[in-house]
T-cell receptor
Framework: EAGVAQSPRYKIIEKRQSVAFWCNPISGHATLYWYQQILGQGPKLLIQFQNNGVVDDSQLPKDRFSAERLKGVDSTLKIQPAKLEDSAVYLC????????????FGPGTRLTVT | AQSVTQLDSQVPVFEEAPVELRCNYSSSVSVYLFWYVQYPNQGLQLLLKYLSGSTLVKGINGFEAEFNKSQTSFHLRKPSVHISDTAEYFCAVSVSNNNDMRFGAGTRLTVKP
């Protein structure tokens, strides 16, 4: 079984530029998550999708971050414009359901904003 | 909302020694508890989880954890560590009515020869 795929693995941009990350979850997993992991901290949930609908985006900075999951499969997370404090690893995870299910994580995208 | 506190940011230990990584949680409702491991430049991998039933949970790589409701703790243990256990360990909690998983800040376990 293929795991959660993410690309790119690394990205360096200047502040005020835009960037997009892509995630392909495990086949058949209805729930998809995007997390932000700042160096030295645990992952923080940005947005949760159930199929192609948003379940929770309360911690997503909507003035600059956006995410979509068209057709309920893969997903993109965009930052526009980027700030220095957006430097972090962006993790995508998926799970077969919601409550109580293990989340399977991708390798992450390391973003550096200069 | 639920939250997690990992009491030690770093734990150094010698190879073949026992180790305990501490985790306390806060929630007003029933919880599900998880321990994940993160190796350098990789995503998180599940070690073990507590959903219900027996309070002693066994996971992969010889790790186990005990759910203690009265002390709101879910400490991770291993009787004898290996060099390859060097990694970052995260405790996480979610509640029964959604999958909003909250992570602790992590504990860096360093196993020395």
């Amino acid at each position: 079984e293929a795991g959660v795929a993410q690309s790119p693995r690394y990205k360096i941009i200047e502040k005020r530029q835009s960037v997009a990350f892509w995630c392909n979850p495990i086949s058949g997993h209805a729930t998809l998550y995007w997390y932000q992991q700042i160096l030295g901290q645990g992952p923080k949930l940005l947005i949760q999708f159930q199929n192609n609908g948003v379940v929770d985006d309360s911690q997503l900075p909507k003035d600059r971050f956006s995410a979509e999951r068209l057709k309920g499969v893969d997903s993109t997370l965009k930052i526009q414009p980027a700030k220095l404090e957006d430097s972090a690893v962006y993790l995508c995870a998926s799970s077969p359901g919601t409550s109580g299910y293990e989340q399977y994580f991708g390798p992450g995208t390391r973003l550096t904003v200069t | 909302a639920q939250s997690v506190t990992q009491l030690d940011s770093q734990v150094p230990v010698f190879e073949e020694a026992p180790v305990e990584l501490r985790c306390n949680y806060s929630s007003s409702v029933s919880v599900y508890l998880f321990w994940y491991v993160q190796y350098p430049n990789q995503g998180l991998q599940l070690l073990l989880k507590y959903l219900s039933g027996s309070t002693l949970v066994k996971g992969i790589n010889g790790f186990e954890a005990e759910f203690n409701k009265s002390q709101t703790s879910f400490h991770l243990r291993k009787p004898s560590v290996h060099i390859s256990d060097t990694a970052e360990y995260f405790c996480a909690v979610s509640v029964s009515n959604n999958n909003d998983m909250r992570f602790g800040a992590g504990t860096r376990l360093t196993v020395k020869p």
